[in-house]
């Protein structure tokens, strides 16, 4: 009977030995699991924060566009306004041998203050293009032959040392670079190139003339395109007209020095018409400009055909009330 009992009482510690040792290895697997599962969440956070920090090529271009239109206000008209303004533009250039070209220019621009009268005024040129490779293109003065391409040009950065103006003539002188951030070969040089720029403008009561100009020489870039040595100029002509109308003349004109005299210059000639109007309580101008390539390139486009808008950006999203 006694030989029963510790035999029963044996079988009882042996099935709750193995109950807690299974229990046991149950929690240990569950925290293997626990563990695993940490692991992976952790994997999976360091991946996402690896993404957002190495971004694919294209999102670090689609990033720059628009940090320098969020960031890069333009003053109205030159003139010191509530609002700043965005000028952006879409361009056709028809009639060149290898195709026609379609084209969207960001042009922002705007004025840091360095001394009592003095400032900064920089203005950048971002260029959207569908395009072939074209002769007298004023961002890539030395185009590789190749098929129409899709995508970023070069970019154009312009900075201005300029007095405070107290008259009729506004004036600065400074530097241009360009960064060789086209996506294709056909849309960009290859080259980073710098040089001296120089600004002048005349306001008057009813006329509005000047121009921006860069001269640039390429200094690094890739080795196999050809070099720059090319003068940019954007000229700007506006008249008032009454009633929110006004006439504008704004060519790009550019020189490619390395070219033959015959195929040197590109010269536009023309102008168009625009209004300002309101959209809730902001003042938008809208313009339609035509021009001629009187002065051409051997297979450069014909004419031109544009729609400018300047687009206000109130002043309060610039400044730190803190």
Same mark, same amino acid.
């Given at each position: 009977?006694?030989?029963?009992?510790?035999?029963?009482?044996?079988?009882?510690?042996?099935?709750?030995?193995?109950?807690?040792?299974?229990?046991?290895?149950?929690?240990?697997?569950?925290?293997?699991?626990?563990?695993?599962?940490?692991?992976?969440?952790?994997?999976?956070?360091?991946?996402?924060?690896?993404?957002?920090?190495?971004?694919?090529?294209?999102?670090?271009?689609?990033?720059?566009?628009?940090?320098?239109?969020?960031?890069?206000?333009?003053?109205?008209?030159?003139?010191?306004?509530?609002?700043?303004?965005?000028?952006?533009? @879409?361009? #056709? $250039?028809?009639?060149?041998?290898?195709? %026609? =070209? !379609? /084209?969207? &220019?960001?042009?922002?621009?705007?004025?840091?203050?360095?001394?009592?009268?003095?400032?900064?005024?920089?203005?950048?040129?971002?260029?959207?293009?569908?395009?072939?490779?074209?002769?007298?293109?004023?961002?890539?003065?030395?185009?590789?032959?190749?098929?129409?391409?899709?995508?970023?040009?070069?970019?154009?950065?312009?900075?201005?040392?300029?007095?405070?103006?107290?008259?009729?003539?506004?004036?600065?002188?400074?530097?241009?670079?360009?960064?060789?951030?086209?996506?294709?070969?056909?849309?960009?040089?290859?080259?980073?190139?710098?040089?001296?720029?120089?600004?002048?403008?005349?306001?008057?009561?009813?006329?509005?003339?000047?121009?921006?100009?860069?001269?640039?020489?390429? @200094?690094? #870039? $890739?080795?196999?395109?050809?070099?720059? %040595? =090319? !003068? /940019?100029? &954007?000229?700007?002509?506006?008249?008032?007209?009454?009633?929110?109308?006004?006439?504008?003349?704004?060519?790009?004109?550019?020189?490619?020095?390395?070219?033959?005299?015959?195929?040197?210059?590109?010269?536009?000639?023309?102008?168009?018409?625009?209004?300002?109007?309101?959209?809730?309580?902001?003042?938008?101008?809208?313009?339609?400009?035509?021009?001629?390539?009187?002065?051409?390139?051997?297979?450069?486009?014909?004419?031109?055909?544009?729609?400018?808008?300047?687009?206000?950006?109130?002043?309060?999203?610039?400044?730190?009330?803190?």
């Amino acid at each position: 009977m006694k030989r029963d009992e510790v035999l029963r009482s044996s079988d009882r510690h042996k099935l709750a030995f193995g109950v807690r040792r299974e229990l046991s290895g149950s929690r240990l697997l569950r925290r293997r699991e626990e563990a695993v599962r940490d692991e992976l969440e952790t994997m999976r956070g360091q991946l996402e924060v690896n993404s957002i920090r190495r971004p694919m090529p294209w999102m670090a271009t689609v990033l720059v566009i628009v940090v320098c239109m969020s960031f890069s206000p333009v003053a109205a008209q030159e003139q010191e306004q509530s609002h700043f303004a965005l000028p952006f533009e @879409f361009e #056709g $250039d028809y009639g060149a041998p290898n195709g %026609n =070209a !379609l /084209l969207l &220019r960001f042009m922002p621009f705007w004025r840091v203050p360095v001394k009592e009268n003095w400032s900064l005024v920089h203005l950048d040129l971002i260029t959207l293009a569908d395009a072939p490779p074209l002769a007298g293109n004023p961002i890539n003065p030395e185009p590789v032959p190749g098929e129409k391409a899709t995508g970023l040009s070069d970019l154009i950065h312009v900075t201005l040392y300029t007095p405070k103006s107290t008259g009729k003539l506004i004036w600065g002188v400074g530097g241009i670079v360009s960064v060789p951030t086209a996506t294709d070969d056909a849309l960009g040089s290859g080259k980073w190139a710098a040089g001296v720029a120089a600004r002048i403008a005349y306001k008057g009561e009813f006329w509005n003339i000047g121009a921006i100009a860069g001269q640039r020489w390429s @200094f690094a #870039g $890739d080795s196999d395109r050809a070099e720059i %040595n =090319a !003068l /940019l100029i &954007r000229g700007s002509i506006r008249r008032g007209l009454g009633s929110g109308w006004f006439f504008v003349s704004a060519p790009i004109i550019n020189a490619n020095w390395n070219s033959s005299s015959g195929n040197r210059w590109l010269v536009p000639v023309g102008g168009g018409f625009g209004k300002t109007f309101g959209i809730g309580r902001a003042t938008w101008a809208a313009s339609v400009q035509a021009y001629a390539n009187v002065i051409k390139p051997n297979g450069a486009p014909d004419w031109s055909l544009r729609l400018a808008f300047i687009a206000p950006v109130p002043t309060q999203w610039f400044r730190n009330d803190d």
